[in-house]
C-alpha cells in the first residue's frame, strides 16, 4: 500500500515563530488532507489539497503532486496551535481508504 | 464542534465483557467512520458505512462488529476484546465517502478505550 512519511516528528518553537511541516508518499493520489489533533484529541480537518496551495488565515499548504510531497505551513504560532499534525492520502477521490501519517507533533512555548 | 457525539468518553473493560461505542451527528451527513488510534501508531481506518450500507471494512477482527440504524448513527459492538485493543476510537462523518471533489470529515472527541 501507499507509504506515508511525515518529519518533523516532533518540534517545539516559542509562539511567533513559523513553521513548515513535510508529508510525502509513496505513490500518485487524488486525495490529500492535512488534520490537527489537539491535546485533548479533538481532530480537525486543515485542508483537502491533493494538489495546488490553499490558505486559511495563518495556516496554509502547498501539495506538489508530481513530487509526491505535501506542506504545511503555520506563521505567527499560537500557544493554541499545539498538538499532532496528520497528513492522510488516498489513491481514490473519497475518504475510503485515507492511510494517515504518523503525525508532527508540534509544542508551542509562550 | 459538536455536530459529532461520541459515548461513552473513557471505558474500562475485562475481556470478557461486551459493550457498545455510540456515535451520533448532527450534521446531515450520509457516511460515518469508525478510527482507532493506537499510540505510536498512524490512525486506523476501520469501517465506512454509506447511506446506511458498509463499503469499507478494513480488515477488521470480527470481535468488533459495526451496525449504522441510520445515517445519523453508528455504532461499534465490542466482545473478547485483547488489550492491544486499547486505543482511542474515533467516528467521523461527512457527506458521502467517496466521488470527486472535497469531502471534509467531521470527528467527534473519541472513546478511550481501555482493555484489562
Known amino acids: 500500500g501507499i507509504q506515508v512519511e511525515q518529519s518533523p516528528p516532533d518540534l517545539i518553537l516559542q509562539e511567533g515563530a513559523n513553521s513548515t511541516l513535510r508529508c510525502n508518499f509513496s505513490?500518485?493520489?487524488?486525495?490529500l488532507q492535512w488534520f490537527h489533533q489537539n491535546p485533548w484529541g479533538q481532530l480537525i480537518n486543515l485542508f483537502y489539497i491533493p494538489s495546488g496551495t490553499k490558505q486559511n488565515g495563518r495556516l496554509s499548504a502547498t501539495t506538489v503532486a508530481t513530487e509526491r510531497y505535501s506542506l504545511l505551513y503555520i506563521s505567527s504560532s499560537q500557544t493554541t496551535d499545539s498538538g499532532v499534525y496528520f497528513c492522510?492520502?488516498?489513491?481514490?477521490?473519497?475518504?475510503?481508504?485515507?492511510?494517515f501519517g504518523t503525525g508532527t507533533r508540534l509544542t508551542i512555548i509562550p | 464542534e459538536t455536530g459529532v457525539t461520541q459515548t461513552p468518553r473513557h471505558l474500562v473493560m475485562g475481556m470478557t465483557n461486551k459493550k457498545s461505542l455510540k456515535c451520533e451527528q448532527h450534521?446531515?451527513?450520509?457516511?460515518m467512520y469508525w478510527y482507532k488510534q493506537s499510540a505510536k501508531k498512524p490512525l486506523e481506518l476501520m469501517f465506512v458505512y454509506n447511506f446506511k450500507e458498509q463499503t469499507e471494512n478494513n480488515s477488521v477482527p470480527s470481535r468488533f462488529s459495526p451496525e449504522c440504524p441510520n445515517s445519523s448513527h453508528l455504532f461499534l459492538h465490542l466482545h473478547t476484546l485483547q488489550p492491544e485493543d486499547s486505543a482511542l476510537y474515533l467516528c467521523?462523518?461527512?457527506?458521502?465517502?467517496?466521488?470527486?471533489?472535497?469531502?471534509?470529515?467531521?470527528f467527534g472527541p473519541g472513546t478511550r478505550l481501555t482493555v484489562l
Open positions: 450534521l446531515g451527513h450520509n457516511a
Open positions: 505513490d500518485s493520489v487524488n486525495n
Open positions: 467521523a462523518s461527512s457527506r458521502i465517502s467517496g466521488g470527486a471533489g472535497t469531502d471534509t470529515q467531521y
Open positions: 492522510a492520502v488516498g489513491v481514490n477521490f473519497g475518504n475510503e481508504k485515507l492511510t
